[in-house]
């Protein structure tokens, strides 16, 4: 019988994953008829109240009406159906950022209700909207995480890393590597000191690796600290190395508590010259590095990584959300 119960017990374990996947499918799909229901009520009374000149009164009504004809649902209250008549009003100017009118109740859908109510109430633009949206798509985000997104604006940080990809690197490689790295990092998940080392740096964020892998973005896979490398009869340890899964490449990233230097790109480069020799598979794309400082001069990176033949990445680390707020203001200011 010991077989047999080995054969059932895995038996039962496929099903019960099956069950499981079958759940989430579900969920997923009463979400989106949830959200197509909520944008069609929406576009009614957006409609009714133009052609009828009903006022806003109307939502009192409907409001009433729904919940005595459906008490069970929390959906229909006041609150939520003015939410919902600013979520459709909101979209109106989807074009805008490439998305046809048709295609947005499908867009928005596929998230859930909250997190759309969340986009919509801090996102100024549809553009900006649309990101989160996507984002939350793609990654999958928590509730929580999306409002540390939105707080921190991934979408004037992601992608503004200094670099060289364009020259080193391939279509679409490179383009996706940009896409991969922001400017700047948030780290206020550290609870550092006013002086801090380089290492004491390294230490905290490994110590905080889940909420660290959360801020490089999806695809990152940590492989180790203080990597060994051998050159020569010397031996060179890398801070921080990762693997990136829709890169097909490993990613060095060193961790510098001054403002940028010349020579970081270089030694960064040499790196880079090593773990391509001496890690990278023939199946790996060529490795990439990431150099993480303060206040990186966007001239002097530039006049840096010029002629360079390795694809390195430079972007500022900040410490609380509040001086990524700050900088992003100063930057974008007219």
Not at 22 to 34: F, T, Y
Not at 131 to 143: L, P
Not at 162 to 190: R, V
Not at 301 to 327: F, M
């Amino acid at each position: 019988m010991k077989p047999l119960q080995k054969d059932y017990q895995t038996w039962l374990d496929t099903l019960k994953n099956r069950v499981k996947d079958s759940q989430i499918k579900a969920a997923i799909q009463v979400n989106r008829e949830l959200l197509l229901l909520y944008w069609e009520i929406g576009q009614q009374i957006i409609e009714k109240q133009q052609t009828a000149g009903w006022g806003d009164s109307i939502i009192d009504q409907l409001s009433f009406d729904l919940l005595t004809a459906f008490p069970g649902m929390k959906g229909f209250s006041r609150t939520n159906l003015f939410y919902i008549k600013k979520w459709v009003t909101f979209y109106k100017a989807a074009e805008t950022a490439g998305v046809p009118a048709t295609k947005v109740p499908q867009l928005v859908g596929s998230i859930p209700w909250g997190h759309n109510r969340e986009i919509i109430t801090k996102c100024s633009t549809v553009q900006e909207a649309i990101f989160y949206v996507r984002e939350t798509i793609s990654q999958n985000w928590s509730r929580s995480v999306l409002l540390a997104q939105l707080a921190g604006k991934l979408h004037e940080r992601k992608g503004a890393a200094i670099h060289n990809f364009q020259e080193t690197l391939p279509l679409p490689q490179a383009d996706l590597a940009h896409e991969t790295l922001k400017n700047p990092y948030s780290f206020d998940f550290l609870q550092m000191s006013a002086e801090y080392s380089e290492r004491e740096l390294e230490t905290a964020l490994i110590d905080k690796i889940q909420k660290f892998l959360l801020e490089l973005g999806q695809g990152f896979a940590f492989v180790g600290r203080q990597y060994l490398l051998k050159a020569g009869i010397s031996d060179f340890f890398l801070d921080l190395l990762f693997y990136h899964i829709k890169l097909k490449c490993y990613v060095v990233v060193e961790l510098k508590t001054s403002d940028f230097q010349p020579e970081f790109a270089g030694k960064l480069n040499f790196y880079l010259n090593v773990v391509d020799d001496k890690l990278r598979d023939k199946t790996d794309n060529p490795t990439i590095g990431l150099l993480l400082c303060r206040a990186p001069d966007k001239i002097v990176v530039e006049y840096s990584l010029k002629n360079l033949n390795t694809p390195l990445g430079v972007a500022e680390y900040l410490p609380t959300v509040q001086a990524i707020q700050d900088k992003l203001s100063k930057t974008f200011s007219p």
